[in-house]
């Protein structure tokens, strides 16, 4: 029998409890509760299969960065397609989408790098990141120089490697590579040790990683990963100088440092890219996705200096990694007329005048007793709700206060992405100051409203 594909909120919910395998999910509570079906968008709104309409603050995922409904970029994706929808980059064959976006890429990245190697994801571009350290360094003879370092609180992907970069907190009941992948601590000034000055937890944090360095051995430690701002693990700005001292403790012990800019690349911050721009570093490989092509296609890029491709480009040794999909027409066009936009409206430039508004609309938050810290930066912003500020103590797991302020949002028409105690926000760059007034009001009164929940159920005194 031929499956029924009507197009009705409750036929939808129902299958997709059936057959769908959702991402970071409770599968058991999906059995039971099922999912909200979006079903069309427009500029910054999102709406449901019934009609209802929400402000999408959370960008897709860190993802649609000029907002939906973009008729031009419709028409780019089609008119590639038209022409040819799909061709493989593998060996001796390209597209012209491919050579032009890489071509525009390398305009814009910071120092030499210049070299794009395209995929489909963020996991995929921090992936091959290290495939092509470790290729590097094989080519030089130092098959030794294998270990990695991240951060506690990182997110780097979910694939099997990209995970293992990514911070503990995501590895409960998963396997992970274990050996090579090495965590110090995450910059997190408002978890720093009670007493300790900003500037004294920054000199502990690259004490910590020069001493990590030596403790692996120079000689075998490859690269040390990074996010500008740390992302999934609860958007932490780290001290002010951070990057650009781990920058030269990795240049000073011959590791190359690994800027992840999956989220912070594309306007986010208010700059194409944040390493050199906002951390004043010049990174040996930068990663990015998501804002590349706003969502509109699956995009990815690791992008590697002109040292690193000289050496693995020297005669003697194939390059031997790649995917079906590896610089896509389709998805490289998508990313072309994705970058014309953001220039052609100065979308970075919009971003750095309206992102102190966001901040200061939502730093306000911080006037409520539920909330610690309010914390990011310009269109990457998190909420830490503590259940007393002077302790920084948190409510327990099983109250799940970020999941019930983000369903009192989502009540009153906005979407927020809960993580624990947690609340983070992500949306489109095209947001308006009246937008911003509402996201603000919004959450101010979901967080009032779990205050009044959580205290009439006797889990927090107030």
């Known amino acids: 029998m031929e499956p029924n594909f009507e197009f009705s909120t409750q036929d939808l919910w129902e299958r997709d409890t059936e057959y769908v395998l959702h991402p970071f999910s409770d599968l058991a509570a999906h059995k039971k509760d099922g999912c909200t079906v979006i079903a069309s968008a427009e500029g910054v709104t999102v709406s449901d299969s019934d009609g209802n309409r929400f402000i999408d603050g959370i960008g897709g995922l860190w993802c649609v960065n000029i907002g939906y409904g973009r008729e031009e970029m419709v028409e780019a994706i089609a008119d590639q397609i038209r022409k040819i929808p799909f061709y493989s980059a593998f060996t001796n064959l390209t597209n012209a989408p491919a050579v032009n976006l890489a071509t525009k890429l390398a305009s814009l990245t910071p120092g030499d790098l210049n070299k794009v190697f395209f995929g489909t994801g963020g996991s995929m571009a921090n992936d091959t990141a290290i495939r092509i350290v470790h290729h590097y360094f094989n080519r030089l003879g130092k098959l030794e120089k294998k270990h990695v370092i991240s951060r506690e609180h990182a997110y780097h992907g979910s694939t099997f490697l990209a995970m293992s970069m990514t911070g503990p907190a995501y590895h409960a009941g998963w396997d992970v590579a274990t050996g090579f992948v090495h965590h110090v601590s995450a910059p997190y000034p408002y978890r720093r040790p009670d007493g300790m000055s900003v500037d004294g937890f920054r000199a502990q944090l690259v004490d910590e990683l020069e001493n990590k360095i030596l403790e692996i051995g120079p000689e075998n430690t490859a690269a040390f990963i990074a996010e500008p701002i740390m992302g999934a693990g609860g958007v932490i700005v780290p001290p002010p100088g951070y990057h650009r001292a781990t920058w030269e403790v990795c240049q000073k012990y011959d590791v190359l440092y690994i800027s ?36 509109y296609q699956p995009l990815s890029a690791t992008i590697i200096s002109e040292r690193i491709y000289e050496v693995i480009s020297d005669p003697g040794g194939a390059f031997l990694h790649g995917f079906t999909y590896t610089g896509h027409p389709a998805c490289c066009a998508a990313g072309l007329k994705n970058i014309e936009i953001l220039e052609r409206e100065d979308i970075c430039g919009r971003v750095r005048r309206t992102g102190p508004l966001f901040e200061d609309a939502l730093g306000a938050l911080t006037d409520l007793d539920l909330v610690g810290e309010v914390r990011g930066s310009h269109f990457m912003m998190c909420v830490e709700n503590v259940a007393d500020k002077g302790t920084k103590k948190l409510l327990p797991a099983e109250v799940q206060v970020g999941k019930r302020i983000a369903n009192h949002c989502q009540k009153l028409g906005l979407i927020v992405r809960p993580l624990e105690h947690l609340n983070i926000l992500s949306p489109p760059l095209i947001l308006s100051e009246e937008q911003i007034g509402q996201i603000a009001e919004i959450l101010c009164k979901s967080i009032k409203a779990t205050m009044d929940d959580i205290a009439r159920e006797g889990l927090w005194k107030g």
Request: with cysteine; hydrophobic share 40%.
């Open 260 to 295: 992840d800019e999956v989220v912070t690349a594309f306007g986010r911050l208010g700059h194409m890219f944040a390493s050199r721009d906002i951390f004043d570093v010049e990174p040996d490989i930068l990663c990015t996705a998501k804002g590349i092509s706003s969502g």
